[in-house]
C-alpha cells in the first residue's frame, strides 16, 4: 500500500514522533504538531515551549490560514528600557553578535498557544497523543545532538552557565554536555505531562506560568502572570502572490518573513531566468530590494500589512519583471541582523492537508524553569526595530519565519526553513527549482543556492558549487559544498492524485519519513 502522509523534519527524533502520531490515526496537521512538541525535546535552544512559532495548514478544499503564535511585548511596562537584562557577546556563533538574556528579555511565548490552535482547529487524534513520545524522550534521556552541542559549547561561559537551573540541565557534572552525551531533561517531562493533561492554561493561567513569573520577578525582571493569562494565538489570514503559475502562500504581518518572501517572488516572476548568470542576478537583485524594502518599511508591526500591499500593488502596475531592484547598499546593511536559531517541520497527506510550522525560542534567555527554556526574544535588537522594550505592551515581535505552502499545477508543497535572514532566500530559490525547472522535490531542495551577505566589510555574495557567483561583480564568497548557512529547507508535497513526497535538506541534520 503506498505511503499516505509525508513528513520532513528538523531532526530525526523529530520526523519520528510525527510518524508515530500519523500511525495512530493522525493527520498531516497532527503530525507537524507531534513533531514541533519534539523538538521542545530533541532541539534545546532552537525551539521551546515557551518560544514561538508559525503554523500554516491547508485543508482539503484548499483553503489556507496561519496561526501567529509569536512572541508578544509584556502588558507590563518595565520601570525603564532594559529593566532585567544583560548584553552578551558571543563571538564563535554567526560571525559574532551582541544579544540580550536574561529575565529582562523574556517575551511572552507563543509557540504552545499556536500548537493547540492548530490542533483544535484542525487535529484529528487527541491532545496528549501529540506529546507522548517527547515525554519519553525527555525523562528518558536523549543523546545530545551536534548542532545544539555546537550552540553550547560556544555559549555556555556567557550564557547558560549563569543559572543553576541551566547549569543543573547542561553541565550535570560541571562541564557543558558534548554530542552524544546523555540529557535527561526530567523536569521538562513533567512539564510537558502537565500540558499534556491541562491543557496550554497550565503555562498561560496555571502552575507552569506561576512558576515562571515568579523567576523572572527574582532575577529583575518584568513579565508577569497577567502577561501570560490574556495571550491567544491569532488566526489570519496568509500573504500570497502568484509567481510561475503557482500560488504562494506565507506568513502574514506583523510577521515579516512571509511579507519579504512574497515581494521577493513577485519581482522574480516574469525576470530573466533562462541562464545561469541571468538567474542568479535576479534572484539576488530580488533579495535585496525586498530585504532593503524590508529595512526601511517594516519597523512598526503595526505598519508591515499596509506596506506590503502598497508594493505588491506598485509591482502589479508595473507589470512581471520590471520592478527597479537597486537600492543602496548602506540600508541593506543595516537589514542584515543575524536572527536567531529556528527549526521547522513540513507534512502532507494525502487528503488533502498539509502543514508547515517554523519555531525559534531565540538564542534562549539562560534560564530554565521546571525544565522549560524561556526565549529572549525581547533582547534581539533584529526583534525590536524600535529600540530596547519599545514595542507597544501586546504587540508581537519581529519574526523571519516564513512557514509556506505553495500550489502549483500538479501538486501542492509544504515548505520552510530555518536560517535567519537566509529563510526567504532558501525558500525562494526551492521554489524556483520546483516551479520553474519542474525538478524533484529532492534535487530542488538540494540545488545550490546563494545568498547576498551585507557584511562591515562589503556586500558579499556567498555561493554554492555550481553557481556563478563570480561573475555578478560583488565581492565572491564561494563555499567548497553545500552549507547550513544556506537554511535547512524541509519540504512536503502531496500531487493531486495523493501521491505524497518530503525531502529534508542535506545542509543540516533533518529527516523525513512516510507513512
Known amino acids: ?240 502572490t502568484s509567481a510561475f503559475g503557482w500560488r504562494v502562500t506565507s506568513n502574514p504581518p506583523p510577521a515579516v518573513g512571509g511579507a519579504v518572501l512574497v515581494h521577493m517572488l513577485a519581482l522574480l516572476d516574469g525576470a530573466d531566468l533562462s541562464d545561469p548568470v541571468a538567474r542568479l542576478s535576479a534572484i539576488v537583485e530580488a533579495q535585496r530590494a525586498s530585504t532593503t524594502y524590508r529595512s526601511e518599511k517594516y519597523e512598526d508591526p503595526g505598519e508591515i500589512a499596509g506596506a506590503l500591499d502598497e508594493v505588491l500593488l506598485e509591482l502589479r502596475g508595473r507589470g512581471p519583471g520590471s520592478a527597479s531592484v537597486g537600492e543602496s547598499s548602506e540600508t541593506l546593511r543595516r537589514s542584515a541582523a543575524r536572527s536567531p536559531e529556528t527549526t521547522h517541520a513540513s507534512t502532507a497527506d494525502a487528503d488533502g492537508y498539509l502543514c508547515s510550522l517554523t519555531e525559534s525560542n531565540g538564542y534562549g534567555a539562560g534560564m530554565v524553569v521546571h525544565g522549560m527554556l524561556l526565549n529572549n526574544a525581547l533582547g534581539e535588537e533584529e526583534l525590536n526595530p524600535l529600540g530596547t522594550h519599545r514595542l507597544p505592551p501586546g504587540s508581537r515581535c519581529h519574526s523571519n519565519m516564513a512557514p509556506t505552502i505553495a500550489a502549483g499545477p500538479d501538486r501542492v508543497v509544504s515548505i520552510g526553513s530555518p536560517g535567519a535572514t537566509r529563510i526567504v532566500s532558501a525558500i525562494a530559490q526551492t521554489l524556483v527549482r520546483l516551479a520553474v525547472d519542474g525538478e524533484t522535490l529532492d534535487d530542488a531542495v538540494a540545488a545550490p543556492r546563494a545568498h547576498l551577505d551585507p557584511r562591515p566589510d562589503g556586500e558579499t555574495l556567498c555561493y554554492e558549487p555550481g553557481l556563478p557567483g563570480d561573475r555578478l561583480g560583488y565581492r565572491p564568497r564561494p563555499y567548497d559544498e553545500l552549507h547550513m548557512f544556506f537554511g535547512g529547507v524541509n519540504a512536503a508535497s502531496v500531487s493531486h492524485d495523493g501521491v505524497v513526497e518530503a525531502a529534508h535538506d542535506p545542509r543540516r541534520s533533518g529527516a523525513r519519513a512516510l507513512v
Not at 563571538?91 to 529575565?103: A, C, F, Q
Not at 493561567?205 to 515562571?212: A, T
Open 1 to 240: 500500500m503506498p505511503p499516505s502522509l509525508a513528513i520532513a523534519a528538523g531532526n530525526e527524533m523529530n520526523a519520528r514522533a510525527a510518524a508515530n502520531v500519523a500511525r495512530a490515526g493522525g493527520n498531516a496537521v497532527d503530525a507537524c504538531l507531534a513533531a514541533a512538541v519534539m523538538a521542545w525535546v530533541a532541539e534545546p535552544f532552537f525551539a521551546s515551549i515557551c518560544g514561538s512559532g508559525f503554523v500554516i495548514v491547508r485543508d482539503p478544499d484548499g483553503r489556507v490560514e496561519a496561526i501567529d503564535g509569536n512572541t508578544v511585548m509584556p502588558l507590563t511596562v518595565p520601570s525603564e528600557p532594559g529593566q532585567g537584562l544583560r548584553r552578551i557577546y558571543v563571538p564563535d556563533y554567526s560571525d559574532g553578535l551582541y544579544t540580550g538574556i536574561g529575565s529582562g528579555s523574556v517575551a511572552v511565548p507563543g509557540a504552545l498557544a499556536a500548537v493547540h490552535e492548530a490542533w483544535r482547529r484542525h487535529g484529528h487524534i487527541e491532545w496528549a497523543a501529540l506529546f507522548a513520545d517527547a515525554v519519553a524522550a525527555a525523562r528518558d534521556g536523549i543523546p545530545m545532538p551536534r548542532t545544539s552541542a555546537y550552540y553550547l559549547s560556544v555559549t555556555y561561559e556567557r550564557l547558560w552557565s549563569l543559572y543553576p537551573e541551566s547549569r543543573a540541565v547542561f553541565a550535570p557534572h560541571g562541564t557543558p554536555l558534548r554530542e552524544g552525551d546523555p540529557l535527561v531533561q526530567t523536569e521538562l517531562a513533567d512539564a510537558l505531562e502537565i500540558v499534556a493533561g491541562r491543557g496550554p492554561q497550565a503555562l498561560y493561567d496555571g502552575e507552569l506560568g506561576k512558576e515562571v513569573a515568579d523567576a523572572i520577578a527574582a532575577d529583575g525582571g518584568f513579565l508577569t502572570a497577567s502577561d501570560l493569562a490574556p495571550y491567544r494565538a491569532e488566526v489570519r489570514a496568509p500573504v500570497e
